[in-house]
């Protein structure tokens, strides 16, 4: 790699935001190029969410990467919520339009992506960590990678995730970062055992919450509550195994069981960083929002926020108002909010709070009442529907770059919250 190169878009990071980015310039024919930390075994095999959403579905689906999606994901319609003696199925899709979810594990994503990518002739510098964001953010920013070259680009878009370098390249005083954190936390783990339903459930009971989420024929993944200062360490298989049947069991109903090939102990965390733009460098995904496993929103919003940037990039190619960039934090923001209510709102409905916790007792009247509406107010319900489901896609298809004509048209932003 030679030292110093220029590109248009510099890419950090090759998870889902970073390669739909890539994907959607290269179809523009804009130059970009992408550095990514891990090795492209690494990248491939990172298993973590897999439920998409429709706009998702359908953004790979206009980009032509949607095939292997159809063909090995399932659609997915409804949810189970256990509590108590109590079960009931809410079929998300039927309250809202028929719209359906797509299981479709991560990295299979992040797979179709990096082959859509390659085969449009993109090349990802993997095993290449960018070290630090140098120069003016409003002139021509700089990455600085770990081999030593230089990358200097008119747009940096930050997709290295939580902890990357974009995030520290943030001026100080530049920026707000909403956090919150609950009390507990989540044992997540991947066991080789076929699913023992069709859809998901969400269950509580005095021990806590459990889910049971669906990703392949013979893989399901499954979340526990567990206490605060619980580490990996304190939950042998056998112990989980017996916690899931406890939490998840119904008479007749059998959870099937296997080997746990992964385990990983996850702080309830949430953050939203505003803006998303600082001069010429854009924070995408989990660099700019994390967002609690609860309702499978990251992933996506992650994808979204690419294919925000996409449009916002065309429309300020033929439109080099400064104030066009900003359309991306106006019109990313209220859609990260709305996820961060609903996985908040799902979290609340679904757990177990200590004893000591003041107002236990309270909340857990709360719970209840806001189970009894999902099952028996039609409007709570398709409002539940909606935000599961997520919003429509905003990405008009661009025009071919090779037979020229207009680029995207600006998507008019909805109202900023707040
Ligand atoms: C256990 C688990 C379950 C989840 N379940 C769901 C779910 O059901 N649904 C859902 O939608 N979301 C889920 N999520 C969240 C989802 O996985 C993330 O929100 C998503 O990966 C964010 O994508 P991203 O591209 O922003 O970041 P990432 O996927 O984190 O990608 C960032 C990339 O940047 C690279 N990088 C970092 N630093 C540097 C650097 N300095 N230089 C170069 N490269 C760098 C990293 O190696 C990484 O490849 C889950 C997450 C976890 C952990």
């Known amino acids: 790699m030679p030292r110093e190169t220029t590109t248009s878009v510099a890419v950090i990071g090759a998870g889902p935001a970073g390669l739909m980015l890539a994907n959607l310039l290269q179809r523009r024919g804009t130059p970009c190029q992408v550095v990514e930390r891990l090795s492209r075994e ?168 459990a889910g049971h989420l669906l990703r392949t024929d013979e893989v399901t993944r499954f979340h526990l509550q567990v206490p605060f200062g619980d580490t990996v360490e304190d939950w042998p298989d056998e112990r989980i195994w017996h916690e899931l049947r406890t939490r998840l069991g119904r008479p007749g109903w059998t959870l099937n069981e296997g080997p746990v090939i992964s385990k990983n102990m996850l702080e309830m965390r949430s953050r939203v960083t505003e803006p998303m733009r600082f001069g010429r460098l854009f924070l995408l995904g989990d660099a700019a929002h994390i967002i609690t496993p609860s309702g499978g929103k990251g992933m996506n919003l992650a994808i979204a926020d690419a294919a925000e940037l996409d449009v916002v990039l065309a429309h300020h190619a033929t439109d080099p108002d400064e104030g066009v960039l900003d359309g991306f934090t106006l019109n990313r923001v209220p859609d990260i909010w709305k996820a961060q209510e609903f996985s908040h709102a799902l979290i609340h409905m679904m757990h177990t709070y200590p004893g000591d916790t003041p107002d236990a007792a309270f909340r857990q009247k709360v719970q209840r009442s806001r189970l009894w509406q999902l099952q028996h107010s039609r409007a709570y319900a398709r409002n539940f529907a909606e935000s599961y489901i997520g919003p429509s896609l905003r990405w008009p298809e661009p025009a071919h770059p090779l037979t020229g004509g207009d680029r995207a048209a600006p998507v008019p932003a909805p109202e900023p919250v707040g």
């Open 42 to 209: 690494r990248v491939l095999a990172r298993a973590r969410a897999g439920m998409l959403e429709h706009r998702t579905v359908e953004l790979l689906d206009r980009i032509g990467l949607g095939e292997r999606m159809h063909a090995e994901g399932a659609v997915h319609n409804g949810c189970e919520f256990r509590y108590g003696e109590t079960s009931f199925f809410a079929d998300y899709s039927a309250m809202y339009d028929d719209t359906p979810h797509v299981i479709y594990p991560q990295q299979e994503v992040v797979a179709d992506l990096l082959a859509g990518f390659e085969a449009g002739g993109g090349r990802v510098r993997f095993e290449t960590t960018v070290m630090s964001v140098e120069g003016h953010l409003d002139g021509t920013p700089r990455i600085v990678c770990s081999d030593g070259s230089v990358i200097t680009a008119e747009f940096l878009a930050g997709a290295d995730g939580q902890y990357g370098a974009s995030r520290a390249a943030l001026p100080d005083g530049s920026y707000s970062d909403h956090e919150m954190q609950h009390e507990f936390r989540w044992l997540t783990l991947l066991a080789q055992a076929a699913p023992s339903a069709d859809w998901t459930i969400y269950a509580q009971q005095d021990g806590g919450f």
